[in-house]
């Protein structure tokens, strides 16, 4: 089956700073979601972003899907940001089954 | 932001025992999904709902059932709970966009304990 991979496992960084997060799939996907899952364990919906670009405030995300990537970008970190940042993805021809990355864990420091 | 309810938020049961979770909508979302959230594993999907009384297995469906008799209502129910089904359990809904593709809303997530 599909594999996603997300990189980097863990990542600290101090406030103000700037992040990329990746998420590799190792076949064709009908679309892809970035989820935010805060300290408190509530899982939100960040962007459904099948291909090209999006941006909401400070975060953006890219995907492309020819090279089977997608990008989770935050600007200027701030404290609320951490958490753990899952990228899901449907495979073609399924439009119920996501299958999950493991996530980044993202710490940003005061 | 999409209304979804999950009780009960947390639960601590005994092995054996019967224990059903319930995820209400209120946003009238055709699908409705129930997964288990475990360290190591990530999300995993139990079992989905496309329409009233139309659910199919995900990749762990083994010691759970579910029901949908109204739209709203989700019901996810362990016969006979085991301390491997300790987790939290997430409810999701979607809406089906025009492409096809489903985005989904998470509720807040129960806290299952089983001893």
């Known amino acids: 089956g599909i594999q996603v991979e997300q990189s980097p496992p863990d990542l600290i960084l101090q406030e103000g700073a700037n992040s990329t997060l990746r998420c590799n799939f190792s076949d064709s996907v009908n679309n892809l979601q970035w989820f935010h899952q805060n300290p408190w364990g509530q899982l939100i919906n960040l962007f459904y972003?099948?291909?090209?670009?999006k941006q909401n405030g400070r975060l953006s995300a890219t995907t492309v899907a020819t090279e089977r990537y997608s990008l989770l970008y935050i600007s200027s970190s701030q404290t609320t940001d951490s958490g753990v940042y899952f990228c899901?993805?449907?495979?073609?021809?399924?439009?119920?089954?996501?299958?999950w990355g493991a996530g980044t864990k993202l710490i940003i420091k005061p | 932001d999409a209304g979804i309810t999950q009780s009960p938020r947390h639960k601590v049961t005994e092995t054996g025992t019967p224990v059903t979770l319930r995820c209400h909508q209120t946003?009238?979302?055709?699908?409705m999904y129930w997964y288990r959230q475990d360290p190591g594993h990530g999300l995993r999907l139990i079992h989905y709902s496309y329409g009233v009384k139309d659910t199919d297995k995900g990749e762990v469906s083994d010691g759970y059932s579910v029901s949908r008799s109204k739209t709203e209502d989700f019901l996810l129910t362990l016969e006979s709970a085991t301390s491997s089904q300790t987790s939290v359990y997430f409810c999701a809904i979607s809406e089906n966009r025009a492409s096809g593709a489903n985005v989904l809303t998470f509720g807040a997530g129960s806290r299952l304990t089983v001893l």
């Open positions: 899901a993805v449907h495979p073609g021809g399924s439009n119920y089954q996501l299958i």
């Open positions: 972003i099948p291909s090209g670009t």
């Open positions: 946003e009238n979302h055709r699908y």
